[in-house]
Structures are given as structure tokens and as C-alpha cells.
Nanobody
Framework: QLQLVASGGGLVQPGGSLRLSCAAS????????IGWFRQAPGKEQEGVSC????????YYADSVKGRFTISRDNAKNTVYLQMNSLKPEDTAVYYC???????????????????????WGQGTQVTVSS
């Protein structure tokens, strides 16, 4: 079965950290540009961070720059999003998506309609609250 599974969300206090995982089954993530997206209640979907398959280049939304780090572990066929210094405004459902044709990480993060991608996961809830 070909799928992406996002996990690692939860409830965390402001200033805390979480690490999200995006694991692929049935296909090799090495050949895909990966993006993390989020949707908060009442807000538009936002591209959070993307990582290239070709050269490992990364892109971050201004809202998370300096706090979030995207990385990939090809041996585990998984992409991670390390989220530090979390804020209440980071509360959202986080999704990961994979695309085999897009090589521009900025272009991928700017294209927030997940149905445009080859694969996308079911989402994991992140809640930042005291």
C-alpha cells in the first residue's frame, strides 16, 4: 500500500518542542520533494517547510524560521519536522506531502492544495496551550 503517515503531534506548553515524522510505505522518499503544511481552524492552509530530493535544500515559512527544522533520513524513509519554541499560533493540523516532479522547495511550500501532490498524509494535530 502506497501511503504517507504523519505522526508525532500532541499537546505541548508554549516554549516546548515536538518532532513530527512523515513516514512513507510502498515507495522510496529519496526521489521526492517533501513538504509540511498546516491548517489552523478558520485559517488558510500554510506551507510550513519543504525539503528537496535533489540537493537537500530547504525552505521555511517566515512564521517558523529559526524555530523549526526539516530533515530527512533516507535509511528510515522518513522526513522529520523538529519544532522548538512552540507558540499558541502554531496550533494546527499538520500534513506532509510528497512530489516527484517539483524540485523547487519554495514552489512546493507555496502550493498548498495537497491534492496536487503524488502523496499526502492524514494529518497530525499539534496543540500549543498552557
Amino acid at each position: 500500500q502506497l501511503q504517507l503517515v504523519a505522526s508525532g503531534g500532541g499537546l505541548v506548553q508554549p516554549g516546548g518542542s515536538l518532532r513530527l515524522s512523515c513516514a512513507a510505505s510502498g515507495f522510496n522518499l529519496d526521489y521526492y520533494t517533501i513538504g509540511w503544511f498546516r491548517q489552523a481552524p478558520g485559517k488558510e492552509q500554510e506551507g510550513v517547510s519543504c525539503i528537496s530530493s535533489s540537493d537537500g535544500s530547504t525552505y521555511y515559512a517566515d512564521s517558523v524560521k529559526g524555530r523549526f527544522t526539516i530533515s530527512r533520513d533516507n535509511a528510515k524513509n522518513t522526513v522529520y519536522l523538529q519544532m522548538n519554541s512552540l507558540k499558541p499560533e502554531d496550533t494546527a493540523v499538520y500534513y506532509c506531502a510528497a512530489d516527484s516532479l517539483l524540485t523547487s522547495v519554495q514552489a512546493m511550500c507555496n502550493m498548498t492544495a495537497l491534492v496536487m501532490y503524488d502523496y499526502w498524509g492524514q494529518g497530525t494535530q499539534v496543540t500549543v496551550s498552557s
